[in-house]
């Protein structure tokens, strides 16, 4: 099931990792994705990336997704013109990862 895999990450759902998740609908996507260089109106990345959220939301609880859950970048896919560049698609995958990350309380 690892084989061939870049990465492992574990979303614990804010049991040791805070500040994760940051997806509500004040957050503002297009200030991490700007910074990296993204060329999309702040309107439609901000769109993108609730819609790429809303799609996956769906698909977490369900068992047909348990071993075989999308990659982000197909999920993005699935949501955008499929006109869009592959260098814009993954600015927009690393912007949603940006939202992803947390911090851990480092131990006494």
Avoid: C, W
Wanted: hydrophobic share 40%; net charge neutral; proline share 5%.
């Amino acid at each position: 099931m690892f084989v061939g895999k870049k990465a492992l990450l574990l979303d614990m759902n804010g049991t040791f990792m805070f500040g994760e998740d940051r997806f509500g609908e004040t957050e503002d996507f297009s200030k991490h994705y700007f910074k990296i260089g993204g060329l999309l109106p702040r309107n439609e990345i901000n769109k993108i990336i609730r819609s790429v959220y809303d799609s996956l939301e769906v698909k977490y609880p369900d068992e047909k997704y348990r071993h075989s859950f999308p990659k982000l970048e197909t999920a993005i896919q699935s949501v955008i013109r499929p006109t869009l560049p592959k260098a814009e698609i993954m600015k927009i995958v690393d912007t949603f990862a940006f939202h992803e990350l947390g911090y851990i309380v480092a131990a006494r």
